[in-house]
């Protein structure tokens, strides 16, 4: 039989727990009986319907009529009712198969739920390729932190501390460090090369390693400037290492990386960790080094011809005197080191006009690449 409310003469404890339990008792067992949208709508206005709704007559009958001593009690008890009424109608589902054919209808015609699997972001595609080339000349990854010391970035690369070269480098620094003696304390790594040094404390000679990674500078974005970068670096060291060996390293992986037509050229420079030191630049794959594209100037390599790719340089000794108990006595071993942007040789690669296209996180922009 349906559930009526019934006047309350009891306002005992005991006898409004009990009529409140019957009360909710049936509410759920109406719930569950509920088999289709007509049932549910009908559902929903018998129990809470304004006028005369069961929650309404309960209102009326339970708690308007209570006598004076009993109203606080019944109030409480009508408030947690109506809580747990409303709780059972707004749970309450059609249930059962059901013979009303509007209950399960699903609209073949609508979209489907679309997964987009994803795609390499185009920085690290580069670089993957680019790590794919040394990995065939038998180099292995290596990495190590971004958040570096002192003496991995600056004092055992043979930049001592104060030393003008320093301040090539933007570096961001963490605070708080000055307690800390100079080589502990911490900043944002502004280079791969520290890893060299963390490479060679750890593996002895013969190495020859490639190391992708992030890193950091105060540079304020712009379209080829950001405060976060990628680079890839590069080191081998043995016994009889020459330049000769670095030059034909470095353009062997051009002509992979770039195609086969592409020549290099070496340039002197200065980094503190190599003596000698160069840039290599490579022939314009974009405009064959001519530096004209038809009758247009080339922009990517300002009408040179060359673009530059690349620091490299000798393993300076000083540098090998920080691993020297690992076997890299200067005397004894000789290597290469080189370090370029992964970010620009994406930017030139994919002729890309702005580097913070790379960093914004726009999937259309992204997905092209994919
Ligand atoms: N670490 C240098 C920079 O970020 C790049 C570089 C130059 C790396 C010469 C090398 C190297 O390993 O030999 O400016």
Not at 55 to 62: F, G, H
Not at 248 to 268: Q, Y
Not at 360 to 368: A, E, I, M, S, W
């Amino acid at each position: 039989m349906a559930y009526t409310v019934s006047k309350l003469t009891d306002y005992s404890a005991e006898a409004l727990e009990k009529a409140a339990a019957g009360c909710v008792r049936a509410c759920a067992d109406e719930a569950a009986a509920v088999r289709n949208d007509a049932e549910l709508k009908a559902f929903r206005d018998r129990w809470l319907g304004r006028k005369s709704g069961v929650l309404t007559q309960i209102n009326d009958l339970w708690l308007k009529g209570a006598p004076k001593d009993a109203k606080r009690e019944a109030g409480i008890l009508v408030n947690e009712l109506k809580a747990r009424i409303q709780e059972l109608v707004d749970g309450a589902q059609v249930s059962g198969s059901g013979d009303d054919a509007d209950e399960q209808r699903v609209d073949i015609s609508l979209p489907g739920v679309r997964r987009p699997i994803g795609a390499e972001h185009p920085v690290i595609k580069t670089t993957n390729e680019m790590v794919r080339v040394f990995q065939k000349l038998g180099y292995s990854v290596a990495d190590g932190p971004v958040v570096e010391t002192d003496y991995y970035n600056f004092e055992a690369l043979n930049f001592p501390p104060n030393h003008p070269a320093r301040d090539t480098q933007d570096t961001l620094f963490i605070a708080g460090q000055q307690s800390k003696p100079q080589r502990e304390r911490l900043l944002l790594r502004t280079h791969t090369s520290p890893v060299q040094i963390r490479t060679m404390e750890t593996m002895r000679p013969p190495i020859r390693i490639v190391i992708p990674g992030t890193v950091h500078r105060n540079d304020p974005p712009d379209a080829s400037h950001s405060p976060m970068f990628h680079q890839i670096e590069g080191l081998a060291v043995d016994t009889n290492i020459t330049f000769g060996d670095l030059k034909g390293t470095l353009d062997h992986a051009m002509k992979e990386f770039f195609g086969s037509s592409v020549k290099t050229s070496f340039r002197p420079s200065f980094f503190p960790f190599t003596e000698p030191s160069a840039e290599m630049f490579v022939s314009c794959f974009i405009c064959g080094g001519s530096g004209k594209r038809g009758n247009d100037p080339c922009r990517p390599c300002k009408q040179t011809g060359w673009i530059e790719i690349l620091g490299c340089g000798m393993v300076d000794p000083n540098v090998f005197e920080f691993v020297k108990d690992n076997a890299y006595d200067p005397k004894r071993v000789s290597g290469f080191a080189f370090g370029m942007g992964a970010d620009r040789i994406a930017l030139l690669k994919y002729g890309v006009d702005d580097l913070q296209l790379f960093f914004n996180g726009d999937v259309r922009f992204l997905g092209q690449f994919a």
